[in-house]
T-cell receptor, first 114, second 111 residues
Framework: SQTIHQWPATLVQPVGSPLSLECTVEGTSNPNLYWYRQAAGRGLQLLFYSVGIGQISSEVPQNLSASRPQDRQFILSSKKLLLSDSGFYLC?????????????FGQGTRLTVV | GENVEQHPSTLSVQEGDSAVIKCTYSDSASNYFPWYKQELGKGPQLIIDIRSNVGEKKDQRIAVTLNKTAKHFSLHITETQPEDSAVYFCASGGSWGKLQFGAGTQVVVTP
């Protein structure tokens, strides 16, 4: 069966420090991978998605970047965190499907920038 | 681009009553419409989904309806229970399989 791992679960970082969040998927090949951010415990904002190794699409301009060094590994990074980067970050995967397919979410990372 | 609107933002119901959440979408190419439930501090989990070749789907106390002409779909929860309290998200499947989510509905079921 497929599983998705996301870590760490919580993170407190000072303003200006770097960030690296990692997500890995097991039990599937060539998944679509996604990074979402959830501010104020509500809406899910799509930050990045990837349809293959090295292929990253950014949905919104921001202080963050994403990379996919391996088929089932997705990394969210920042060189210098801002206070506004605080939030709940969720990694997700889905099969490749025109018109959409179920997304499976990780348990999330609560990031607090202080 | 794609846009999904979800209403209401909060919904308070008495235990045993029904809850209805409505969403509209803009992308005519969408043909997949899932609903997710998110409990506090956890990732969203799929509870039911529907594809555009179906108008209605039911799973025990949960049902989803889709009107593709009007571009709206709804979640219906009957006989609500305290454990139904959570944030619910609708989503629309667009190009490349990615999902666009609504803003969420906080459902509170009071005993």
């Amino acid at each position: 069966s497929q599983t998705i791992h996301q870590w760490p679960a919580t993170l407190v970082q000072p303003v200006g420090s770097p960030l690296s969040l990692e997500c890995t998927v097991e039990g599937t090949s060539n998944p679509n991978l996604y990074w979402y951010r959830q501010a104020a415990g509500r809406g899910l904002q799509l930050l990045f998605y990837s349809v293959g190794i090295g292929q990253i699409s950014s949905e919104v301009p921001q202080n963050l970047s994403a990379s996919r060094p391996q088929d089932r590994q997705f990394i969210l990074s920042s060189k210098k965190l801002l206070l506004s980067d605080s939030g709940f970050y969720l990694c997700a995967w889905s099969v490749v499907a025109v018109g959409g397919a179920e997304a499976f979410f990780g348990q999330g990372t609560r990031l607090t920038v202080v | 681009g794609e846009n999904v609107e979800q209403h209401p933002s909060t919904l308070s119901v008495q235990e045993g009553d029904s809850a209805v959440i409505k969403c509209t979408y803009s992308d005519s190419a969408s043909n997949y419409f899932p609903w997710y439930k998110q409990e506090l501090g956890k990732g969203p989990q799929l509870i039911i989904d529907i594809r555009s070749n179906v108008g209605e789907k039911k799973d025990q106390r949960i049902a989803v309806t889709l009107n593709k002409t009007a571009k709206h779909f709804s979640l219906h929860i009957t006989e609500t229970q305290p454990e139904d309290s959570a944030v619910y998200f609708c989503a629309s499947g667009g190009s490349w399989g990615k999902l666009q989510f609504g803003a969420g509905t906080q459902v509170v079921v009071t005993p």
